[in-house]
């Protein structure tokens, strides 16, 4: 990449990606340094992500994202991990109108705001909620229909479909669940120029266990001058005949961003997240600081107390610098 961007110094800036015709070649690296309590402290490329996005012809604008994570380059003895090749996305947009997007192939699913956002530049903190990722399927496959409105007047809305089981399936070792004949749909009213409340369902069938599912979740946005607050809440039914320690799912994460200047930001989280399969829940909170030079390039420092019971997020400091390419 960076001998690519050296031949083209003039036109190319940095988050911007480089423009080869009618496609463009973009991505996101993520470099992470964590000393979790009781565990070895390590440092890891937690994303390398590459984007290739075309835009040819109405019927046919492509976009692929692959990547490598969790890659081990250094820790305080044990095992490494050597990391993991993952085809995250691959569809193709029909726009059928002005307003409206026919998505066939694998994508993110809308549910809530940050699992559309989540590469690490573009999100607030290091430690994701887990009321953003667990409990419903975050990359289905099949159709998805888009509505936008170009004139920012009304909902944009997006319902999609997954008929039968995920493609190209993420390792056990990154994710213990994966889902088929998913179906959903994410409301999303703007309130301003980031500002934004949307509401969220899926359902469909955990494959590991057999087990059906229904969730519902809401997801809001709102800035006050220099602070900026933002929330997601799920809650969902759990079905079939296997053991567990509930019926039902939920979570709740809210987090505040307070602007020092531009550049120099302060964070606050809070979250609850109770699991289906797990007799306690997760409450954790977390403090830290955001350093942004410019958009495409991050450095973050964290810590995290865990006061209730998580193997994915355990008490300790975490620290990453991310950029665009």
Same mark, same amino acid.
């Given at each position: 990449?960076?001998?690519?961007?050296?031949?083209?110094?003039? !036109? #190319?800036?940095? %988050?911007?990606?480089?423009?080869?015709? /009618?496609? *463009?070649?973009? +991505?996101?690296?993520?470099?992470?340094?964590?000393?979790?309590?009781?565990?070895?402290?390590?440092?890891?490329?937690?994303?390398?992500?590459?984007?290739?996005?075309?835009?040819?012809?109405?019927?046919?604008?492509?976009?692929?994202?692959?990547?490598?994570?969790?890659?081990?380059?250094?820790?305080?003895?044990?095992?490494?991990?050597?990391?993991?090749?993952?085809?995250?996305?691959?569809?193709?947009?029909?726009?059928?109108?002005?307003?409206?997007?026919?998505?066939?192939?694998?994508?993110?699913?809308?549910?809530?705001?940050?699992?559309?956002?989540?590469?690490?530049?573009?999100?607030?903190?290091?430690?994701?909620?887990?009321?953003?990722?667990?409990?419903?399927? !975050? #990359?289905?496959? %099949?159709?998805?229909?888009?509505?936008? /409105?170009? *004139?920012?007047? +009304?909902?944009?809305?997006?319902?999609?479909?997954?008929?039968?089981?995920?493609?190209?399936?993420?390792?056990?070792?990154?994710?213990?669940?994966?889902?088929?004949?998913?179906?959903?749909?994410?409301?999303?009213?703007?309130?301003?120029?980031?500002?934004?409340?949307?509401?969220?369902?899926?359902?469909?069938?955990?494959?590991?266990?057999?087990?059906?599912?229904?969730?519902?979740?809401?997801?809001?946005?709102?800035?006050?001058?220099?602070?900026?607050?933002?929330?997601?809440?799920?809650?969902?039914?759990?079905?079939?005949?296997?053991?567990?320690?509930?019926?039902?799912?939920?979570?709740?994460?809210?987090?505040?961003?307070?602007?020092?200047?531009?550049?120099?930001?302060?964070?606050?989280?809070?979250?609850?997240?109770?699991?289906?399969?797990?007799?306690?829940?997760?409450?954790?909170?977390?403090?830290?600081?955001?350093?942004?030079?410019?958009?495409?390039?991050?450095?973050?420092?964290?810590?995290?107390?865990?006061?209730?019971?998580?193997?994915?997020?355990?008490?300790?400091?975490?620290?990453?610098?991310?950029?665009?390419?």
């Amino acid at each position: 990449m960076a001998a690519v961007s050296s031949c083209h110094a003039e !036109e #190319y800036r940095l %988050g911007q990606g480089l423009a080869f015709g /009618n496609f *463009l070649l973009s +991505g996101y690296a993520n470099l992470v340094a964590d000393a979790p309590q009781g565990d070895k402290a390590s440092v890891s490329v937690d994303d390398f992500s590459l984007f290739v996005s075309g835009s040819v012809h109405r019927w046919v604008n492509p976009f692929m994202e692959a990547e490598i994570s969790s890659l081990t380059l250094a820790q305080d003895g044990g095992p490494r991990s050597n990391g993991h090749v993952i085809l995250e996305r691959l569809y193709d947009d029909v726009h059928i109108s002005d307003a409206d997007t026919l998505r066939i192939g694998k994508m993110l699913a809308p549910v809530g705001d940050w699992n559309l956002v989540h590469a690490a530049p573009l999100v607030p903190i290091i430690t994701r909620p887990l009321t953003t990722y667990s409990g419903f399927s !975050e #990359y289905p496959n %099949g159709l998805s229909w888009l509505h936008e /409105n170009p *004139l920012g007047v +009304g909902p944009d809305w997006q319902l999609y479909w997954q008929p039968n089981n995920e493609w190209h399936k993420r390792p056990s070792s990154v994710t213990h669940r994966h889902y088929s004949d998913v179906l959903g749909a994410h409301v999303n009213w703007s309130l301003g120029m980031v500002d934004k409340v949307g509401a969220s369902f899926q359902q469909g069938r955990l494959v590991e266990t057999g087990e059906t599912y229904r969730v519902y979740g809401i997801n809001l946005r709102k800035s006050f001058d220099k602070l900026m607050l933002e929330s997601e809440a799920t809650t969902s039914t759990w079905a079939g005949a296997v053991p567990r320690a509930h019926d039902r799912e939920s979570g709740l994460y809210v987090l505040a961003d307070y602007g020092f200047t531009p550049s120099w930001h302060g964070l606050v989280e809070w979250e609850q997240f109770q699991g289906h399969q797990v007799a306690l829940p997760s409450r954790n909170t977390l403090a830290g600081f955001a350093y942004k030079p410019e958009p495409a390039l991050s450095w973050k420092l964290e810590y995290v107390h865990q006061m209730g019971v998580s193997q994915d997020i355990p008490s300790g400091w975490f620290a990453s610098i991310s950029t665009l390419f």
